[in-house]
């Protein structure tokens, strides 16, 4: 899934299907940030680009439904990619629970992404050790069988978020913990410096030892577009030039 977020961030321009299909096949991967930090648009933006790509619908889970799209851009507006896009909402982790035990009857094809918002708020209905690494597992489990129903050369991708900080109590710390042994991968969003009429974060994704170390510079403009300074990426040459793009348009 980092590939899949690494897209997302680099304008889509990633690679060919070869590489597609293997970058499908990674970790999943945790998404994490403080409350309003974007995670929930970039999850949403993670939709639009394997919607675009036509491997396959996407399932996005919430606790809530969403008030309006996390995105104004061309790729959100796009109804081709909208109705590829899958919402439930689960409103209790017993119901949650339900539908993913329930993933082997539904008469629907399989999903190429499967996507969680809000995690912590599932969570916080049962706070233990053991609760928390059955919900992992049991997410982990039904991707799996997704993998399984796409059939030879399809994979689904797993991607969850969690509202996190990083001067978290030791209570958060240990669960994050937790979380990441079966989250390998990992991106993080936190708020950077934002100017008029924009609010600005930086992501560090942390691909789980299989790519180099990335981070970027996401505005959000006031129409809801998002633009992407590339500011670091750890591979053999540490020299980077910056690189801006957009994604605005599918």
């Known amino acids: 899934m980092a590939e899949t977020v690494r897209r997302v961030l680099s304008a889509g321009s990633a690679a060919g299907p070869a590489e597609e299909s293997a ?10 940030g403080g409350p309003g930090s ?18 396959g619908p996407v399932l996005f889970l919430s606790r809530k439904p969403l008030q309006s799209l996390p995105l104004r851009t061309g790729a959100a507006l796009d109804p081709l990619r909208l109705q590829k896009i899958r919402f439930q909402y689960p409103p209790s982790t ?14 629907v094809p399989a999903p190429a992404l499967l996507l969680l918002d809000s995690l912590e708020e599932y969570l916080s209905e049962h706070q233990g050790p053991h609760e928390t690494a059955h919900l992992a597992a049991l997410l982990l489990d039904t991707a799996a069988y997704f993998n399984h129903r796409a059939g030879p050369g399809r994979s689904c991708g797993l991607m969850v978020a969690l509202q996190a900080q990083e001067d978290a109590d ?6 994050l913990a937790l979380l990441q042994r079966y989250f390998p991968a ?65």
């Open 94 to 107: 017993r119901e949650l629970f339900r539908l993913l035990c329930s993933a082997h009857e539904a008469r």
């Open 23 to 32: 970058a499908e096949a990674g970790p999943p991967l945790l998404l994490l």
């Open 186 to 250: 990992c991106c993080w969003l936190q708020p950077g410096a934002t100017g008029t009429g924009q609010r600005c974060l930086r992501a560090c994704l942390e691909p789980g030892g299989l790519g180099p170390r990335t981070e970027w510079l996401i505005a959000f403009q006031p129409d809801g577009e998002m633009t992407i300074t590339l500011l670091s990426t750890e591979v053999g040459d540490p020299s980077s030039d910056k690189a801006t793009s957009s994604v605005g348009q599918p």
């Open 38 to 55: 974007g995670k929930t648009a970039l999850l949403f933006a993670a939709a639009l680009e394997v919607a675009g790509e036509g491997r």
């Open 170 to 175: 030791s209570g958060d710390t240990l669960q």
